[in-house]
């Protein structure tokens, strides 16, 4: 599912994946949006928990979203 996108037509997902100088707090996340293979790359928020639930099962990367979302709402 692509779901929504932002002002500049970037998914989430394809935004953590190509996020420059983003707020400290997200780095782990955009980490592993940069590094992970699997990482769905058109997926929204609710495709990237799902991912980062079972592939990765961090419960701090999870709670990272929220904070990351509320980033990508504004780039």
Do not use: C
């Amino acid at each position: 599912m692509q779901g929504r996108v932002n002002y500049f037509g970037k998914t989430f997902a394809e935004w953590l994946a190509e996020a420059h100088k983003v707020p400290v707090p997200i780095e782990p996340l955009v980490d592993v949006a940069r590094r992970d293979p699997a990482f769905p790359r058109r997926g929204d928020t609710d495709v990237v928990r799902q991912h980062v639930r079972v592939a990765h099962a961090d419960h701090g990367l999870i709670d990272l979203i929220p904070v990351a979302e509320s980033h990508w709402l504004r780039a």
